[in-house]
C-alpha cells in the first residue's frame, strides 16, 4: 500500500506540474489585463502540434521545441495584438468570449494542418522506468519535473527582480498610475501574452511524450489548467503553481484509490467546493465591500 500511494503521488505531482504551467499562464495574463484567457490550452496544444511536425520535417527535438515555443509565443502576440487590444474597453465578458474565439479558431487550423489524429512526440531520454522505494517513474516525469521547477524559479524571479517583471506587476495593480510612471501598458500586455503563450507551448512539450498530442489536447489541458489557477487564487501566479499540483495529486489519489473513471469529476468537485468556501481561492487576496 505505500508503494501505491507513493506511485499515485509520483503520477500526481507530474501532472499537477503540467496544469501548474497552464494555471500560470492564466494567472500571467489575468495579471496584466483582467482577461481570463481561454486560449490558454490552444496553446499548449498548439507547442506540441509544432514541435512534431517540425521533428518530422527533420530538425532536433531540442531545436524544434525551441522554434515551436517561439512561434506559438508569436501566436499569442498576435492574439493579443489582433483580437485582444482592438476590443480594449469592452466589458470583460466580450473578452473572454473573443478568447473563446480564438480557441475555436486555432483548433480548427491544427485540424486542417495535421488532421484529428493522435500524434507522438518521443521521450527525451528514453523511455526506461526508473524504479524508486517501489514506485516507477518515467524519465520523462524528471524532465517535467525538473524543467517546472526551474521555470517557476524563473517566473519568479522575473517577477521579484526585473525592471520589467515589476512594470507588468505594476499594470496588474494599477494601469492607469503605470502608466503616468511612463509604463508603456500596452507592450506589458503583449509581454504577458507572449509569456503566457510559451509557457503553455513548453507544458504541451513536455507532456506530449507521455500522454500523445492531438488538436483537441488543449481543451481539457485548459480546463484543468483554469481549474489550478482558480484553486490557488486567480491572479496569484505561485498560488497557481500550488493549486496545479495540489489538482494533480487529488485526481491521481481519486483515480487510484477509487476508479479512473471519476478522475475527472474528482477534479472538478474540488474546484466547486473550494468555490464554496473560498471564493477567492486557497490563496487569493481576500476583499471586502463596505455596503
Not at 473572454?96 to 480557441?103: Q, V
Not at 486555432?106 to 486542417?112: E, H, I, P, Q
Not at 531520454?125 to 516507477?136: C, H, L, R, S, V
Not at 490557488?232 to 481519486?254: D, F, H, K, R, W
Request: hydrophobic share 60%.
Amino acid at each position: 500500500m505505500p508503494e501505491q500511494l507513493l506511485q499515485f503521488l509520483a503520477t500526481g505531482v507530474t501532472v499537477g506540474s503540467i496544469y501548474a504551467l497552464v494555471g500560470l499562464g492564466f494567472a500571467l495574463i489575468y495579471n496584466a489585463s483582467d482577461v481570463v484567457n481561454f486560449a490558454q490550452g490552444e496553446f499548449v496544444m498548439l507547442g506540441a502540434m509544432t514541435t512534431v511536425a517540425l521533428l518530422n520535417a527533420g530538425l532536433p527535438l531540442a531545436l524544434a521545441g525551441v522554434v515551436a515555443t517561439l512561434l506559438t509565443a508569436l501566436v499569442g502576440l498576435l492574439l493579443e495584438r489582433l483580437a485582444i487590444e482592438p476590443a480594449a474597453g469592452a466589458s470583460v465578458v466580450s473578452t473572454i468570449i473573443i478568447t473563446i474565439g480564438a480557441a475555436i479558431f486555432l483548433r480548427g487550423v491544427v485540424l486542417l494542418l495535421w488532421g484529428k489524429g493522435f500524434h507522438v512526440l518521443p521521450p527525451f531520454t528514453g523511455d526506461t522506468p526508473i524504479q524508486f522505494w517501489g514506485a516507477t517513474l518515467l524519465p520523462q516525469s524528471l524532465w517535467v519535473l525538473g524543467i517546472t521547477a526551474l521555470l517557476v524559479a524563473l517566473v519568479r524571479a522575473f517577477f521579484n527582480r526585473t525592471l520589467l517583471g515589476k512594470a507588468l506587476l505594476a499594470c496588474s495593480f494599477n494601469r492607469n498610475a503605470a502608466q503616468l510612471v511612463g509604463i508603456d501598458v500596452r507592450v506589458m500586455l503583449r509581454l504577458a501574452y507572449a509569456l503566457s503563450a510559451a509557457l503553455g507551448a513548453l507544458a504541451g512539450i513536455l507532456v506530449a511524450p507521455i500522454t500523445f498530442t492531438s488538436y483537441e489536447a488543449g481543451v481539457m489541458l485548459g480546463l484543468k489548467g483554469f481549474s489550478a489557477a482558480i484553486v490557488g487564487g486567480i491572479g496569484n501566479p505561485m498560488g497557481a503553481v500550488a493549486g496545479g499540483l495540489l489538482l494533480g495529486v487529488l485526481e491521481s489519489l481519486g483515480a487510484g484509490l477509487i476508479s479512473s473513471g471519476y478522475k475527472d469529476a474528482i477534479a472538478f468537485l474540488f474546484v466547486l467546493m473550494v468555490l464554496f468556501f473560498e471564493p477567492t481561492g486557497l490563496f487569493g487576496h481576500k476583499t471586502a465591500e463596505r455596503v
